[in-house]
């Protein structure tokens, strides 16, 4: 998964990672309707450039 997550919304499939596990995968919109490690991590992100 990229260090910059917003870089993961281009359609391309992403792998969000625990401790070395794969612990999600999908496109970007699939992850974001998870509402799991990768939506949060995105959410979070996003929130830094928002305010």
Do not use: K
């Not at 999600?24 to 490690?37: K, R, V, Y």
């Amino acid at each position: 998964m990229p260090h910059n997550v917003s870089g993961s919304s281009n359609g391309r499939p992403a792998v969000p990672g625990d401790d070395g596990r794969v612990v999600e995968h999908g496109t970007h919109d699939e992850l974001m309707a998870a509402a799991g490690l990768y939506a949060d991590l995105f959410t979070l992100q996003a929130t830094g450039y928002t305010g």
